[in-house]
């Protein structure tokens, strides 16, 4: 069957219905732009049919964008030449959406043609705004829940089916920015305000009113195809354009620190296309995206952060046991995380039941979600009623009888294997053998922890970053003798809070902080050695990331770095890697700078916490050398100090599934999201550099750099991570 179906009506109006098979959401691949095309040219050729609406079959939804596996397939098919093969395959699209634009007018005069309208039952996005875009009328139902927007920038691209220079001359580079450059979304009357849709209408009235529309005999000559057009907010050469255009420039890469180059590509588009003919610009259009997508960045950002954070989502790594739906959790400890806890889990509709030593902290928990949702109501984004019914999921108490009928436990408390065993052993008297119960660690070895449980098989590690209701990935760490039943609880329960999870096997650090403290530790050390700490935060940020390890570290707070280091220190022994970090974290903590929780860090700060520059302290004891290392020297030793301990991590089993290696590390700290993840990049790379590069680095720096086995056997057979372990689990 089709996607695309046509009928008319008896007064000449023809609805093409956009709904695709086997999708709760319409999306667009090859077969259906041939479909559409065709219809568009029946309906274009019979002097029966007045005008059309196209619409969708899906409830609720227009479309959700475009299959972009089909992007790999037209690379893929077009042997030694891919990017006239994507260049094709893009103008080939263009020319159908121009074709629905220009509607049959005559190219001289624009007389003729047939109005097409758009009528959005709910979401639009990517390439289902671009399409609607090219109608001559946007008509959305009114629907709150629906989003409206191109946020294709998110995964590494940027709109390059018309809907870049479309809407750049509908609204004007100024009112375009946000929705290209930050994928901002919009419900439809926001959408209305903005000018990206023309109506907004009852959703019981949609087609009925672009019927009338179309009936109406309209205009549909687009602004740019009339004689005299003008963009809005004025051309790059317009005295009013070229300030627009010198800002936007100047916000992309102080956003991007030219890290990512779907957005510089993007502004490029726009800039080259604001000075000539639509047609001519959406020729530019799609050689700029052809230009982003031959970048091996934006194929690995569409398979990490689309591709594999969705399979991920979907449970692809979940045991195949029945449903796991978690009905009523327990939170032990009110604290800032037990809180985030209990708040994501009421709005996810559970029962909750948060428990503290004190009932003042317990309802200081509690209050926690009062205060977020009256936030929500100043932004237009909650109502009283729905604080009210949140908060009436919520029991605040110190009473261990409240927890009968949970079927999961989050325990919270005080990061100290003794505290957290008395807590498991009070639960454990109280709850059923069926109750699951997890531990948040973000360092504590979860089989240690679960020999104070009951049951060990229902015992499992559910890892939070702080804080919870922002931060979208959890890691749930299975303990040696964890059952399959408590991992598919873990995962439906990360589910119903909508956050992405990853499943990790028990070791120390377990993944995600046993590759970002060395991180932390690599720009430590730089400082002892005397590199500019400006130079080390700034290369982070070259690279992507959203803080460098010195702005990180002081974040987090380094008396929490010195604890970790004590503890590591003791487990290891002699075995210890980092005593050159601890000189500089134990002397800063001995000097009282443990960060901006007390205004005084690497950096300094002012009485309201804004950083005030580098502490001159750190040069003082720290001299500065002489001779500063090169920029990629310091990328290189951030870098290579965290991708190989993900290499590690998957050498030793503590990851299955390197998907989850990559999605984890962009979501939980940041890395460098262009790259599409530690395994990702060493692909771009290419094996047999990093192990050569890591050789050099061994050789400069210390054996931390020395090459991991697997990476050596690979860079020898020259295989790709994605190559050799795209088997049943990393298949992306």
Request: net charge negative; hydrophobic share 45%; charged share 25%.
């Amino acid at each position: 069957m089709t996607d695309f179906t046509m009928e008319t009506g008896a007064d000449g109006v023809a609805i093409i219905t956009w709904d695709t098979q086997g999708k709760s959401m319409n999306v667009m691949n090859q077969q259906g732009f041939i479909d559409l095309d065709a219809l568009i040219d029946k309906a274009l050729a019979d002097d029966a049919i007045k005008g059309v609406i196209l619409t969708s079959g899906k409830e609720g939804s227009f479309a959700g964008g475009m299959d972009l596996n089909i992007i790999a397939r037209i690379k893929e098919s077009a042997g030694d030449n891919p990017a006239q093969g994507l260049m094709d395959g893009l103008m080939q699209c263009h020319n159908i959406l121009r074709k629905i634009e220009r509607a049959g007018m005559d190219p001289k005069t624009n007389k003729g043609g047939k109005p097409i309208a758009a009528a959005l039952p709910g979401t639009a996005l990517g390439i289902g705004l671009e399409i609607p875009l090219a109608c001559h009328r946007i008509f959305a139902a009114d629907n709150p829940k629906a989003k409206i927007g191109l946020p294709e920038i998110m995964v590494g691209i940027f709109p390059g089916m018309g809907g870049t220079t479309r809407l750049v001359r509908k609204m004007g580079a100024m009112a375009a920015s946000p929705l290209l450059l930050e994928g901002k979304l919009n419900d439809p009357k926001k959408a209305k305000q903005a000018g990206v849709v023309d109506e907004v209408v009852p959703a019981d009235q949609l087609i009925e009113k672009a019927r009338e529309w179309v009936l109406s005999e309209p205009n549909i000559v687009k602004p740019w195809d009339e004689k005299g057009y003008k963009m809005p907010g004025g051309a790059p050469y317009h005295p009013a354009g070229f300030m627009t255009f010198v800002g936007a420039s100047a916000m992309v890469h102080g956003k991007t620190q030219g890290a990512f180059p779907a957005a510089k590509a993007l502004l490029s588009a726009v800039y080259e296309g604001a000075l000539v003919p639509f047609d001519t610009a959406i020729k530019i259009e799609a050689r700029w995206f052809t230009n982003v997508l031959m970048n091996p960045s934006s194929s690995a950002m569409i398979r990490s952060l689309f591709i594999n954070k969705e399979a991920l989502e979907k449970g692809a790594n979940r045991p195949d046991v029945a449903d796991e739906t978690v009905r009523k959790v327990g939170v032990m400890g009110a604290g800032m995380m037990g809180a985030g806890i209990a708040l994501v889990s009421a709005q996810a509709g559970m029962e909750v039941v948060l428990i503290d030593q004190k009932q003042e902290a317990a309802d200081r928990g509690k209050s926690y979600t009062a205060d977020y949702m009256d936030k929500g109501i100043k932004r237009g984004k909650a109502t009283e009623a729905k604080k009210d019914e949140v908060l009436g999921r919520i029991t605040a108490t110190t009473d261990y009888a409240a927890l009968k009928g949970c079927d999961l436990i989050i325990e919270a408390v005080f990061e100290d294997p003794a505290v957290k065993a008395e807590v498991t052993k009070a639960v454990d008297a109280v709850t059923d053998d069926n109750c699951i119960f997890a531990t948040n660690t973000s360092t504590l070895p979860i089989t240690e922890l679960a020999k104070a449980s009951k049951n060990a098989e229902n015992f499992i590690g559910i890892h939070f970053f702080s804080p919870v209701e922002k931060m979208m990935l959890v890691e749930i760490i299975k303990g040696r003798d964890t059952g399959p039943r408590a991992v598919a609880k873990a995962l439906d329960y990360v589910r119903q809070i909508r956050k992405t999870p990853i499943v990790v096997n028990d070791a120390r650090f377990f993944y995600c902080n046993r590759c970002i403290i060395p991180y932390i530790n690599e720009g430590i050390r730089m400082v002892a050695e005397g590199v500019a700490p400006a130079l080390i935060d700034n290369a982070a940020r070259q690279l992507g990331f959203p803080v460098g390890p010195l702005q990180l570290v002081d974040e987090t707070s380094i008396d929490l770095g010195a604890k970790i280091a004590r503890a590591t220190r003791a487990a290891m022994g002699d075995d210890y890697p980092d005593a050159a970090v601890d000189e500089v974290i134990f002397w800063m903590e001995g000097e009282g700078r443990l960060g901006r929780k007390t205004a005084k860090g690497f950096f300094d700060y002012d009485d309201k916490g804004k950083r005030q520059g580098y502490w001159s302290g750190l040069e003082e004891k720290y001299p500065r050398a002489e001779d500063q290392p090169d920029l990629i020297t310091v990328q290189h030793r951030l870098m290579f100090a965290q991708v190989l301990e993900a290499v590690r991590a998957l050498e030793e089993g503590v990851l299955e599934d390197i998907r989850e290696g990559d999605v984890g590390a962009i979501l939980a700290w940041g890395f460098a999201p262009w790259s599409g993840g530690p395994f990702s990049w060493l692909d771009i790379l290419g094996t047999p550099y990093a192990a050569d590069r890591c050789d050099e680095l061994a050789e400069a720096f210390g054996p931390r750099f020395a090459t991991p086995a697997l990476l050596r056997e690979m860079a020898d057979k020259g295989q790709s991570f994605y190559g050799r372990f795209a088997g049943e689990k990393a298949a992306a």
